[in-house]
T-cell receptor, first 113, second 113 residues
Framework: DQQVKQNSPSLSVQEGRISILNCDYT??????FLWYKKYPAEGPTFLIS?????DKNEDGRFTVFLNKSAKHLSLHIVPSQPGDSAVYFC????????????FGDGTTLTVKP | GAGVSQTPSNKVTEKGKYVELRCDPI?????LYWYRQSLGQGPEFLIY????????DSGLPNDRFFAVRPEGSVSTLKIQRTERGDSAVYLC???????????FGPGTRLTVL
């Protein structure tokens, strides 16, 4: 039973447009959510996070939205750049065990020049 | 400064053999995490340490897997009687405390023939 799901394995967008990556979760105990970016042959790199007490967090071109009632979060990248092409992982953890993160299977984003 | 390093970067072994994978965390980081990533999937939590002790080892798949962090710095993941299904990239991460951002190493690619 996968507790964090990224239903789109891949996404392709044009440079300058918005990229929207989606993530759904099933465990209502999750209260902290993160997005990581991963390039080939490297480990994941932290991108942005959001606590369940918020519904939006913004950092430059990256914004994460959280809809707790729908158990859904999304990552918006505006404007998208070719260097954003990578695999994006959504992850979640519960405050009672903050060290244990559950990851989705990732979405491969390709930004075309 | 130096990031998380993992050795070896690649390990090929035969079914039934014993392997050790090493992780050197960022200096001063008290928390250390091990994940396993199979092809096409996200990182799967195995275990995390707070200092020298394993705070949560619920992700270790069976008793063939064991990890240590004797001095609260370097950690070793040990796999006995390897099976072909153990083939994956093993990722290590560290963070200043459990509540802080995790920094990942590049991983060790384990192939069991």
């Amino acid at each position: 039973d996968q507790q964090v799901k990224q239903n789109s394995p891949s996404l392709s967008v044009q440079e300058g447009r918005i990229s929207i990556l989606n993530c759904d979760y099933t465990n209502s105990m999750f209260d902290y959510f993160l997005w990581y970016k991963k390039y080939p042959a490297e480990g994941p790199t932290f991108l942005i996070s959001i606590s369940s007490i918020k519904d939006k967090n913004e950092d430059g071109r990256f914004t994460v939205f959280l809809n707790k009632s729908a158990k859904h979060l999304s990552l918006h990248i505006v404007p998208s750049q070719p260097g954003d092409s990578a695999v994006y992982f959504c992850a979640a953890s519960a405050g009672t065990n903050a060290g244990k993160s559950t990851f989705g299977d990732g979405t491969t984003l390709t930004v075309k020049p | 400064g130096a990031g998380v390093s993992q050795t070896p970067s690649n390990k090929v072994t035969e079914k039934g053999k014993y392997v050790e994978l090493r992780c050197d965390p960022i200096s001063g980081h008290t928390a250390l995490y091990w994940y396993r990533q199979s092809l096409g999937q996200g990182p799967e939590f195995l275990i995390y340490f707070q200092g020298t002790g394993a705070a949560d080892d619920s992700g270790l798949p069976n008793d063939r897997f064991f990890a240590v962090r004797p001095e609260g710095s370097v950690s070793t993941l040990k796999i006995q009687r390897t099976e072909r299904g153990d083939s994956a990239v093993y990722l290590c991460a560290s963070s200043l405390t459990v509540a802080d951002t995790q920094y990942f190493g590049p991983g060790t690619r384990l192939t069991v023939l």
